[in-house]
C-alpha cells in the first residue's frame, strides 16, 4: 500500500516570503500526485496534479510542484505568498491505473503573516 | 466548476442513534463517490468507494455494519453511522468524480465535511 509524509506541520510565513512545503511517497509503482488545499472554512479543492510529461506542473494562484521520481517527492512551491493563502494543504498520491483512491498526507497548516 | 454538496455539514446526537450523511453532485454525474474519516490533526482517511448501482468496497477495518452507505443515484451517495457512539465522533467527508468511459484519472470534487459529535 502507498503512503504519504508531510514532514511540514506548521509553517508561519510572512508575506512575499517563499514556500516550500515538502511531500514525499512510499509506492513500488508508478502515482499520480496531487496537491489539494483547503481554504478555512471551506472544501478540499486542487490545486495541481501530476500525471506524466514534465515532472514541474503549474497548478492555480501561482503554485507549482516538481515531481523527483528519485526521491520520491511532490513539493509544492510558491515564490512569494500572500495573507490569502493561509490555509491547510494536503499532498496526495494514487496508483496510476488505481481506481481513483487518494491516499493523503496529513497535511501542513500554513499562516501568512501581514 | 464541479460542486458537490454535504448535508448536514453538522450534527449533535445522543449515543445509540443512526445519522445519516447526505453527499450529492449538483453539476454532473458521479459514478463513484468516495467516504473519508478525519480525526483532529490527522490525515484524511478513506473509508469506502461507492459506486454507483453497486456495493460499495471498504477499506480494512471500516465496519461495513456500522458505517451503512447507498448510492442509489448518480447523484447521490448516503452514509448512516448506524448506533453511533462518542468514538464515531469524527469529520466525515465526501468527494465524487465522473469516471464514465474516461480514465480513471479524473479529479475528485470535495464536499465540505459533516462534523458528528456524539454524547
Known amino acids: 500500500a502507498q503512503s504519504v509524509s508531510q514532514h511540514n506541520h506548521h509553517v508561519i510565513l510572512s508575506e512575499a516570503a517563499s514556500l516550500e512545503l515538502g511531500c514525499n511517497y512510499s509506492?513500488?509503482?508508478?502515482?499520480?500526485l496531487f496537491w489539494y488545499v483547503q481554504y478555512p472554512g471551506q472544501h478540499l479543492q486542487l490545486l495541481l496534479k501530476?500525471?506524466?510529461?514534465?515532472?514541474l506542473v503549474k497548478g492555480i494562484k501561482g503554485f507549482e510542484a516538481e515531481f523527483i521520481k528519485s526521491k520520491f517527492s511532490f513539493n509544492l512551491r510558491k515564490p512569494s505568498v500572500q495573507w490569502s493563502d493561509t490555509a491547510e494543504y494536503f499532498c496526495?498520491?494514487?496508483?496510476?491505473?488505481?481506481?481513483?483512491?487518494?491516499?493523503f498526507g496529513t497535511g501542513t497548516q500554513l499562516k501568512v503573516e501581514l | 466548476g464541479a460542486v458537490v454538496s454535504q448535508h448536514p455539514s453538522r450534527v449533535i446526537c445522543k449515543s445509540g442513534t443512526s445519522v445519516k450523511i447526505e453527499c450529492r453532485s449538483l453539476?454532473?454525474?458521479?459514478?463513484?463517490m468516495f467516504w473519508y474519516r478525519q480525526f483532529p490533526k490527522q490525515s484524511l482517511m478513506l473509508m469506502a468507494t461507492?459506486?454507483?448501482?453497486?456495493?460499495?468496497?471498504?477499506e480494512q477495518g471500516v465496519e461495513k455494519d456500522k458505517f451503512l452507505i447507498n448510492h442509489a443515484s448518480l447523484t447521490l451517495s448516503t452514509l448512516t453511522v448506524t448506533s453511533a457512539h462518542p468514538e464515531d465522533s469524527s469529520f466525515y467527508i465526501c468527494?465524487?468524480?465522473?469516471?464514465?468511459?474516461?480514465?480513471?484519472?479524473?479529479?475528485?470534487?470535495f464536499g465540505d465535511g459533516t462534523r458528528l459529535s456524539i454524547l
Open positions: 509506492y513500488g509503482g508508478t502515482v499520480n
Open positions: 453539476d454532473f454525474q458521479a459514478t463513484t
Open positions: 461507492s459506486n454507483e448501482g453497486s456495493k460499495a468496497t471498504y
Open positions: 468527494s465524487a468524480y465522473d469516471g464514465q468511459g474516461r480514465s480513471s484519472n479524473q479529479p475528485q470534487h
Open positions: 501530476y500525471f506524466s510529461g514534465d515532472p
Open positions: 496526495a498520491v494514487t496508483p496510476t491505473g488505481g481506481g481513483n483512491k487518494l491516499t
